[in-house]
């Protein structure tokens, strides 16, 4: 077995803010022979860091990403240009906007070994520090943990299949024997496209929380946040607006109305108004009591911190807002990304 | 004919590193290095003697900007090593022995390409006070 076995793909476009990070965290990981960084036609400073990260990581080498294909996605043609260029037994691929843990990469081996998977895939740390980050991210990730389950995911005998992106190892000859590359060519869910590919081939996933792994910094900005989950929620979802509206209507009834119909009868009751205003409140607030205890519960499950449930009502909003923005967008049949426009 | 004057800069670092070569076994790694095989490391203050060629620019009369200089050796070289553990955590030395040697040429291979006014002249490096390596660049150096 070899010392390194890994080679990791890093597709950048315009990260001149985070790449720095991303691969000094990396360069210092025993396991990894070689990062394949590959440059998707990047138009800011990108091109210039990576050239002085060059001088002096010895085996970081940077591949220009090709003229795209007709109906290829910019991010999974780079993961596939840089996946062929790989030559390790095992492929990490992974994202500018993450920063390893020491020792995270051979923690991450020997769980493959262990659990015998041939894709590990992990959940970085979120670093949040606006209110929209802290509202809006542990709401989508712990409702996604609902219909993406760490549990169903690694249990072979369940068919449900997903990664995250940002952290996801696979075997070399596993990825190239399941035709994997075809698999991401057109996906905007690369990372689930590809656990599909592998688990639907037979092969056993592992995924789960890796706090210990590797943390990120996804959205610095709000109109990032906002593209980006409007870019990915409608498919990861279910991709039909029935799904979308069984969520909306969850929302509205669970989360939002109780908060209009407890205001609304406190008023009343406070102004006089008979016992059934006092009822009506007591109920509203219970239903978001038992709504904010089973969030802390998924929060503590996914290992987010705990005050993030002061955000919960107006992570709600937010998340019921970019659910509608992303079914639209999906079925007006365009989607943006990093300027970049795709039919979808 | 111009003249040339040669400035240097000094800037110390500490930094643990060990020697050993993986290709060959352990008792010849001890036979070679001696204690400096020993893989839990060892630490050393170096001095870092940093020379630039040029010709004086005739309205400063500097033969490079002392401040973007340090700037320089502070961003390529020193957040880079010191207080490091030179084998572990510089790539640099991933495959590589840090000997001063080794050290001094890896230190011109990041210095070289950002100094832009003047020539990058000669790397001297002290492990100790006793003991110094000059690089002058490989016999492309002017």
């Given at each position: 077995?070899?010392?390194a076995?890994?080679s ?16 000094e ?24 860091i ?14 220009r990403n090709?003229?795209l294909?007709e ?24 994202d ?6 020491p020792?995270g990469v051979?923690r ?14 992990f959940?970085?740390a979120q670093?949040?520090a ?5 509202a809006v991210?542990?709401?989508?990730y712990t409702?996604?943990a ?19 992106g ?28 590809l ?14 929380p890796?706090e ?8 610095r900005?709000?109109?990032e ?9 409608f ?39 008979g ?31 705990l005050?993030s449930?002061?955000y919960?009502v107006v992570g ?9 923005h992303?079914?639209?967008k999906?079925t007006r ?7 970049r426009?795709?039919?979808? | 004919?111009?003249?040339e ?5 000094r800037?110390?670092f500490?930094?643990?590193h ?5 290709a ?8 070679l ?10 630490g050393h203050n170096?001095?870092?003697?940093v ?5 004086p ?33 510089v ?37 100790t006070?006793?003991?110094f390596?000059?690089y002058?660049?490989g016999?492309?150096?002017?």
């Amino acid at each position: 077995m070899a010392a390194a076995p890994v080679s990791v793909v890093l597709p950048v476009r315009n990260e001149e803010e985070n790449i720095r990070r991303a691969i000094e965290s990396l360069a210092v990981q025993p396991e990894i022979a070689e990062i394949v960084v590959v440059d998707d036609h990047s138009t800011d400073r990108t091109a210039e860091i990576l050239k002085n990260l060059a001088t002096r990581i010895p085996h970081l080498r940077v591949v220009r990403n090709g003229a795209l294909p007709e109906g290829s996605v910019g991010k999974s043609h780079a993961l596939a240009t840089g996946a062929e260029q790989a030559r390790s037994a095992w492929l990490l691929f992974t994202d500018a906007d993450v920063c390893h843990a020491p020792g995270g990469v051979g923690r991450a081996l020997a769980l493959a070994r262990q659990s015998g998977a041939a894709l590990v895939s992990f959940s970085p740390a979120q670093e949040m520090a606006s209110w929209w980050e802290r509202a809006v991210i542990p709401r989508v990730y712990t409702a996604l943990a609902q219909e993406f389950s760490y549990e169903a995911v690694s249990d072979p005998a369940r068919p449900v299949a997903a990664a995250n992106g940002q952290f996801l190892l696979v075997r070399r000859e596993v990825y190239e024997a399941t035709g994997a590359a075809d698999a991401i060519e057109r996906e905007i869910l690369d990372d689930v496209a590809l656990a599909r590919r592998v688990k639907d081939a037979g092969y056993c996933l592992h995924f789960a929380p890796g706090e210990d792994i590797a943390r990120t910094r996804m959205y610095r900005r709000f109109p990032e946040m906002w593209r980006g989950w409007t870019k990915n929620l409608f498919p990861l979802l279910g991709a039909n607006w029935r799904c979308v509206g069984g969520w909306l209507a969850k929302i509205f009834f669970a989360d939002l109305s109780p908060v209009v119909v407890l205001l609304t009868a406190a008023v009343a009751w406070g102004r006089g108004g008979g016992a059934g205003w006092l009822a009506a409140a007591g109920l509203a607030a219970a239903i978001l009591v038992v709504r904010h205890l089973l969030y802390a519960r998924a929060l503590r499950a996914n290992r987010f911190p705990l005050h993030s449930i002061w955000y919960y009502v107006v992570g709600s909003l937010l998340f019921a807002a970019l659910m509608v923005h992303s079914a639209v967008k999906y079925t007006r049949g365009r989607i943006e990304w990093k300027g970049r426009s795709y039919a979808v | 004919m111009s003249q040339e004057v040669l400035l240097t800069r000094r800037a110390e670092f500490s930094a643990a590193h060990f020697y050993y070569n993986p290709a060959l076994s352990a008792e010849e790694n001890e036979r070679l290095f001696g204690k400096c095989a020993n893989r839990q490391g060892h630490g050393h203050n170096y001095t870092l003697e940093v020379t630039v060629a040029g010709t004086p620019d005739p309205r400063t009369g500097m033969v490079v900007d002392l401040k973007e200089l340090k700037e320089i050796l502070q961003r390529e070289v020193l957040d880079l090593f010191d207080h490091r553990s030179l084998n572990h955590e510089v790539p640099l030395f991933r495959d590589r022995i840090p000997t001063t040697e080794n050290i001094a040429v890896a230190i011109w291979g990041l210095l070289a390409p950002q100094i832009r006014k003047g020539r990058l002249h000669r790397v001297r490096l002290y492990e100790t006070p006793d003991l110094f390596v000059d690089y002058y660049g490989g016999g492309d150096a002017g």
